[in-house]
């Protein structure tokens, strides 16, 4: 069974930062394909970004430019750092994760842009 713990969520003012921590059980280098979707109320959960085994990466539409998505292999932890902060980036984040064609979840970090 494959554990995602994530941390980092909060409030943050409209043109903030924030950086999301995701630490798997296993190691991250044996993922196929790790990264963050979202899930705003009423709404449905979409792909923010992804980064393969094969060092590709992948970012929506409305967050490329202002997010990145990065692998830390020494700490086993994938990081999502998000600038420029925007009301309509409020959401549920959960950190992704895919092995052998089976996805795995984290719990949900809660990020609210607000003034």
């Known amino acids: 069974q494959v554990h995602l713990v994530e941390s980092g969520g909060g409030l943050v003012q409209p043109g903030g930062s924030l950086r999301l921590s995701c630490a798997p059980s296993?190691?991250?280098?044996?993922?196929?394909?790790m990264g963050w979707y979202r899930q705003a109320p009423g709404k449905r959960r979409e792909l923010v970004a992804r980064?393969?085994?094969?060092?590709?990466?992948y970012y929506a539409d409305s967050v490329k430019a202002r997010f990145t998505i990065s692998r830390d292999n020494a700490k086993n932890t994938v990081y999502l750092q998000m600038n420029s902060l925007e009301p309509e980036d409020t959401a549920v984040y959960y950190c992704?994760?895919?092995?052998?064609?089976?996805?795995?979840w984290g719990q949900g970090a809660q990020v609210t842009v607000s003034s």
């Open positions: 992704h994760a895919q092995l052998f064609s089976l996805d795995y």
């Open positions: 980064h393969t085994s094969r060092d590709n990466t």
């Open positions: 296993g190691s991250i280098s044996s993922f196929d394909t």
